[in-house]
């Protein structure tokens, strides 16, 4: 079975950085771009970042220049490195390995860990 599991999660003022860590297993990660999409109290579920398995990426207008996606040479696992955090960065993250980025968040057309807590305060 897939599993996806993450951590690096924690709180942290504004201004400072977090790095983000997904290890996956059980099933071709050639076949699937890698990323992260997170989720706030009261907010539907975002995409955040994605990396393929040729190396393209993908960010939110929100997190481009502060995030930085990478990828193991193996694939088996994806990071997420995020500087200068904004207390709007606050979320839950989950990591995925999707078909394609734009698949409903946490839906069945991907593999989704179990989340990890961001806290930014101000």
């Known amino acids: 079975d897939a599993q996806l599991v993450e951590s690096g999660g924690g709180s942290v003022q504004a201004g400072g950085s977090l790095r983000l860590s997904c290890t996956a297993s059980g099933f071709i990660h050639d076949e699937r771009e890698m990323g992260w999409y997170r989720q706030a109290p009261g907010d539907e579920c975002e995409l955040v970042s994605t990396i393929s398995p040729d190396g393209s990426t993908y960010y939110a207008d929100s997190v481009k220049g502060r995030f930085t996606i990478s990828q193991a040479d193996t694939k088996n696992s994806v990071y997420l490195q995020m500087n200068k955090l904004k207390p709007e960065d606050t979320a839950v993250y989950y990591c995925?390995?999707?078909?394609?980025?734009?698949?409903?968040?946490?839906?069945?057309?991907?593999?989704w860990g179990q989340g990890t807590q961001v806290t930014v305060s101000s």
């Open positions: 995925a390995a999707v078909t394609d980025r734009w698949v409903p968040c946490l839906g069945d057309f991907g593999y």
